[in-house]
C-alpha cells in the first residue's frame, strides 16, 4: 500500500511520500536508543512540563489538525477537534498523574528494606491505525513518555501527514531529539524493526491478522507485545431499559467515527417485548442521518476511508442479504457521487451461518437481533470471538449484577455507550487483544516492575 493522503471523500490523491530506507532506519534507531540514554534520566517533572506544552499545542491548533485528520481518513470534522480535545486531555492526565503511578510501592518482607520499582525499558515501537489518527498515538505515547521511554510511530500509510505532525508536536513541546519519532514505513518493513535488538517491545492497534504478524515476530526475539484488535461489540437491551435513551444512544454508539470504531456497538441484540418499538425508532433515526462532506458541520455521516473498506463493508452486507437477511434501511454503497460513501444501513433476521454471527463489520452498518430474555442475550453477546467492550440496557439491578458479571469483554458499560477515558484501563480479551492501555494499568504494561531487597 502506497504511503499517501488520498482524500476519501472526492477519492483525490493529495500528496504522496516514500518508505524510508534500511539505512534511514537504521539512523533513526541510533538517533533514539542516544536520546533514551539521557531521556531515562530526566526527572518526572520536566517530563510533565513538556506533555503539558504538547497539550497546550493540541488545543490552540485543534482546529488545524481536525481539519488534518478529516482530509486524511474522513471522520467528520466536528468528531476531529473532539478527538484532538481528547488527545490534550491524556496528556495533562499522565502529566499530573504519573508521578504516583511509578514511585515505589513498599512491601512488608524479612528484608531490612524491600520495594517495587518502575523502570523504563528504552524504544516502544507502536504501530497505529488510521481510524483515530491522533488519539489512538497520543494515548500510547503520554504514557510510555512520562514512564522514561521513547518512542517510535508506524502510523497507518493513509495517514502519513498526521504521523507527522504528532512529530512535530512533540518536538515543539521540548521534548529532545530522538525521544518520539515517525518511521514513515509500510507493513513490509515492521519486522526488521521489531528484530532490531535496540528496540524493547511494540503495541499495536488494529486487525487480528496485523496483531498476529506483530506478535510472532516479537515473539520470536522475547519482547513483550501489547495488542488492541477487532471487536463486535454487542449492544443489550433488555425489556426494563429506558428505551429513549437507549436508541438514541445506539445511533451515537454504531455512528461513531462514521462507524469505523472498534468499540462501536455493532451487534444490537434487544429484548423481544420492546424489539419493535426498537426497530422502529432506531430506522427513522438512522434514515434522518446526513450523510456528506466530513467538513460540513451538519454533517452526520463522512465516507469511509479507504476504497477497500467500503469494499469489503459491502461484501459482508451482500453476503447476509444473500443468505436471507433482511435490510431495513440502507444496504448498497452510494454510487450518487465520488468518495467511499455507505449509507447508515440496518440488517436484521439473520439465519444461521451468515457473517453477522462471527465477522467484524467495519463501518456504519448495524446488525439487529431479536431474543426472548436475558438468559438468551448474554449468550448470543459472548456467541463471538472477540471481546472488547459491550454496552448493556437495564434498570433492574439483578440483571446489572449478571451483565457485568457475564458478559465476555475488557469492558461493560451499563446504560451508556463504550467509550475509552484516560481514567480507566482500555483493552480486550479473547480475539481483541491483550494487555492494557490508560489508566494506571497502561503505564505500567512498558517498565520493568523491579524487585528490590535490601539488607
Not at 4 to 16: D, E, L, R, V, Y
Not at 23 to 31: A, C, E, P, V
Not at 170 to 184: N, R
Amino acid at each position: 500500500m502506497a504511503i499517501a493522503t488520498i482524500n476519501p471523500a472526492t477519492g483525490s490523491t493529495i500528496k504522496t511520500f516514500e518508505p524510508l530506507s534500511s539505512g534511514s532506519i537504521n539512523t533513526k534507531l541510533t538517533l533514539a536508543q542516544q536520546a533514551f540514554e539521557q531521556y531515562r534520566k530526566t526527572s518526572m517533572s520536566q517530563r510533565a512540563e513538556w506533555l503539558k506544552v504538547a497539550a497546550d499545542i493540541l488545543e490552540r491548533e485543534q482546529l488545524s489538525f481536525g481539519k488534518l485528520m478529516t482530509t486524511e481518513m474522513g471522520k467528520t470534522l466536528k468528531s476531529a477537534i473532539a478527538e484532538v480535545k481528547k488527545c490534550a486531555l491524556v496528556c495533562r492526565y499522565y502529566a499530573e498523574h504519573a508521578a504516583d503511578f511509578l514511585a515505589d510501592v513498599p512491601a512488608n518482607t524479612d528484608a531490612s528494606k524491600s520495594f517495587v520499582r518502575y523502570q523504563p525499558l528504552g524504544i516502544i515501537l507502536a504501530v497505529m491505525p488510521w481510524n483515530f489518527p491522533f488519539w489512538q498515538v497520543f494515548r500510547f505515547a503520554a504514557p510510555t513518555l512520562m514512564a522514561g521511554n521513547v518512542g517510535l510511530l508506524k502510523h497507518a500509510s493513509n495517514v502519513p501527514q498526521c504521523a507527522t505532525a504528532i512529530e512535530q508536536i512533540f518536538t515543539e513541546a521540548g521534548f529532545p531529539e530522538g525521544v518520539f519519532q515517525t518511521l514513515l514505513i509500510g507493513s513490509d518493513q515492521v519486522e526488521a524493526v521489531i528484530n532490531d535488538e535496540r528496540v524493547k517491545a511494540a503495541t499495536l492497534t488494529g486487525s487480528e491478522l496485523a496483531g498476529a504478524a506483530l506478535a510472532s515476530a516479537a515473539g520470536k526475539q522475547i519482547k513483550k507485545t501489547l495488542l488492541e484488535l477487532g471487536g463486535s461489540d454487542p449492544y443489550v437491551v433488555l425489556e426494563s431499559a429506558d428505551l429513549e435513551a437507549a436508541v438514541s444512544t445506539a445511533v451515537t454508539a454504531r455512528m461513531l467515527n462514521n462507524g469505523q470504531s472498534c468499540i462501536a456497538a455493532k451487534r444490537f441484540i434487544v429484548a423481544e417485548a420492546v424489539a419493535d418499538q426498537f426497530e422502529q425508532s432506531l430506522v427513522e433515526k438512522f434514515q434522518a442521518l446526513k450523510i456528506g462532506d466530513p467538513m460540513d458541520e451538519e454533517t452526520d455521516v463522512g465516507p469511509l476511508a479507504t476504497p477497500g473498506i467500503l469494499k469489503d463493508l459491502d461484501k459482508l452486507v451482500q453476503a447476509c442479504i444473500q443468505q436471507g437477511a433482511k435490510v431495513l434501511t440502507g444496504g448498497y454503497p452510494l454510487s450518487d457521487r465520488a468518495g467511499n460513501f455507505y449509507p447508515p444501513t440496518i440488517l436484521t433476521d439473520f439465519p444461521a451461518g451468515t457473517p453477522a454471527d462471527e465477522e467484524e463489520f467495519f463501518g456504519p452498518v448495524a446488525l439487529l437481533f431479536r431474543v426472548p430474555d436475558i438468559e438468551a442475550a448474554i449468550k448470543l453477546a459472548n456467541a463471538t470471538p472477540f471481546g472488547l467492550g459491550a454496552s448493556a440496557w437495564t434498570t433492574d439491578e439483578e440483571q446489572v449484577h449478571r451483565l457485568i458479571d457475564e458478559l465476555e469483554a475488557g469492558a461493560v458499560f451499563i446504560n451508556g455507550l463504550v467509550k475509552s477515558d484516560p481514567r480507566l484501563p482500555f483493552g480486550g480479551i479473547k480475539r481483541s487483544g491483550y494487555g492494557r492501555e490508560l489508566g494506571i494499568q497502561g503505564i505500567h504494561e512498558f517498565v520493568n516492575i523491579k524487585t528490590v531487597w535490601v539488607k
